[in-house]
């Protein structure tokens, strides 16, 4: 099955994401009882976001939300991705504080902050760094114009990453200039669903890559978007008609 959907605008995209997001809630919790969804950053997410936090029938006691990539800002940062998300859904619904695991940005430097969010994930899963890597319900990412994903950039180390979960990331070349905390890519690929939404002009051109990249080995994939195939899971792309004309 194809797994790229196009719709018109970054509002559809929201809406058929919401749909989504909602079934793969349902499914999680008849089969484990709980759903663990992966959070990003960005403009088209916070619009579905708001649209879910209007949702009603929702099971959001056996909701546990983490976050795929942070910036290593304080929470209460403009810049902060669990600001964002705070402010568009978590405060929104009715959550207890052990269902929000959010990047502690409080630790001295990124790469600490990297390893307790690892440790933290490990706990959550009852498992430890060797056993095989978790799988989470649910991995929402976008994509920037260079072909970033969560904070996985052109170039950069992390993006080598194979042995952690989460990973410190240098800033990439799109702002804000700040250093990052990142899901690395084995840690997305063991992901049960992973969901891209991703909108605009733009985008155009780093999408035909990744376009191409989905018929390559993810070894030799130009973009960090185009190196997410999961291993067992499901992947899709939710994108607009301006990213694909
Ligand atoms: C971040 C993000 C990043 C984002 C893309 C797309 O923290 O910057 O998680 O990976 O998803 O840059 O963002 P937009 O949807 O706002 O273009």
Not at 84 to 107: H, T
Request: proline share 7%; hydrophobic share 40%; glycine share 6%.
């Amino acid at each position: 099955m194809d797994p790229i959907k196009a719709f018109k605008d970054a509002d559809e995209i929201a809406a058929a994401a919401c749909n989504y997001v909602l079934q793969a809630a349902r499914e999680s919790i008849a089969e484990h009882g709980v759903f663990n969804i992966v959070l990003t950053g960005g403009s088209t997410p916070k619009k579905l976001y708001e649209l879910l936090a209007t949702q009603t029938g929702v099971e959001w006691s056996k909701w546990h939300f983490f976050m795929g990539d942070e910036r290593f800002v304080p929470v209460d940062d403009e810049r902060s991705n669990q600001k964002m998300a705070q402010d568009s859904i978590l405060s929104k619904v009715s959550l207890g504080p052990d269902q929000i695991q959010p990047v502690p940005v409080d630790q001295p430097a990124a790469d600490q902050a990297a390893s307790t969010y690892e440790q933290q994930i490990l706990e959550y899963f009852g498992i430890s760094l060797s056993d095989p890597l978790p799988a989470f319900d649910l991995i929402l990412l976008g994509m920037g114009s260079d072909g970033h994903t969560a904070s996985l950039f052109p170039g950069k180390l992390s993006l080598k990453e194979t042995q952690r979960l989460v990973t410190a990331s240098e800033p990439g070349v799109l702002p804000p200039p700040v250093e990052r905390i990142t899901f690395t890519l084995p840690l997305i690929n063991a992901g049960r669903r992973v969901l891209f939404m991703a909108a605009g002009a733009d985008k155009a051109q780093a999408f035909k890559h990744v376009c191409q990249d989905l018929t390559k080995i993810p070894q030799e994939a130009a973009t960090p978007a185009g190196m997410v195939r999961p291993a067992a899971g499901k992947l899709l792309w939710y994108v607009d008609q301006a990213i694909v004309s």
